[in-house]
T-cell receptor, first 113, second 110 residues
Framework: DAGITQSPRHKVTETGTPVTLRCHQTENHRYMYWYRQDPGHGLRLIHYSYGVKDTDKGEVSDGYSVSRSKTEDFLLTLESATSSQTSVYFC????????????FGDGTRLSIL | GDSVTQMEGPVTLSEEAFLTINCTYTATGYPSLFWYVQYPGEGLQLLLKATKADDKGSNKGFEATYRKETTSFHLEKGSVQVSDSAVYFCALSRSDKLIFGTGTRLQVFP
């Protein structure tokens, strides 16, 4: 299995609070991704990174920011959480080539009350 | 824009039945195509992939053929097991990103 660790695995918080999710990889892969999974929507890309300090938006980036200061870590931040951001969040990594598959972490279940 | 359409679920089968999960895509050019599987409480795992037209991906008894003429990548298995119960996602690659279908839940009963 690809070495991907997401933390925390579960979190419950209140509307308006900041939340940071962490993805850590041991594979030295260039690309890292954050997705959210919601019923009826499959997986939707929030942000991704193609190198240290190089990030770009996905299709559902509003309300989220990311940072990648080291190859192995990719942080997702909800500056002021809203109930619509209750979801399961997955991190994924992939090597250089777009034909290479992405490998996924086990997810973080985030509930915003 | 690029998109992936999967059949609605759940798909309910008896053990040893034949499985087909339909997947069609809309894309410019020739993206790579993937099937991922998600077991309860886990992340997605790559099941198989195909990188060009007429390629057949296969793994664990599952197969899918990249059909350019019908823009399809249907997943098949000849004899399903209870342990195959999961959610299956079809996806295409575009500019180092994946575009996923909405997933199809498979339930296999003994």
């Amino acid at each position: 299995d690809a070495g991907i660790t997401q933390s925390p695995r579960h979190k419950v918080t209140e509307t308006g609070t900041p939340v940071t999710l962490r993805c850590h990889q041991t594979e030295n892969h260039r690309y890292m991704y954050w997705y959210r999974q919601d019923p009826g929507h499959g997986l939707r890309l929030i942000h991704y990174s193609y190198g240290v300090k190089d990030t770009d938006k996905g299709e559902v980036s509003d309300g989220y920011s990311v940072s990648r200061s080291k190859t192995e870590d990719f942080l997702l931040t909800l500056e002021s959480a809203t109930s619509s951001q209750t979801s399961v969040y997955f991190c994924a990594i992939s090597a250089e080539d777009s034909n290479q598959p992405q490998h996924f972490g086990d997810g973080t279940r985030l509930s915003i009350l | 824009g690029d998109s992936v359409t999967q059949m609605e679920g759940p798909v309910t089968l008896s053990e040893e039945a034949f499985l087909t999960i339909n997947c069609t895509y809309t894309a410019t050019g020739y993206p790579s195509l993937f099937w991922y599987v998600q077991y309860p409480g886990e992340g997605l795992q790559l099941l198989l992939k195909a990188t060009k037209a007429d390629d057949k991906g296969s793994n664990k008894g599952f197969e899918a053929t990249y059909r350019k003429e019908t823009t399809s990548f249907h997943l098949e298995k000849g004899s399903v097991q209870v342990s195959d119960s999961a959610v299956y996602f079809c996806a295409l690659s575009r500019s180092d990103k994946l575009i996923f279908g909405t997933g199809t839940r498979l339930q296999v009963f003994p």
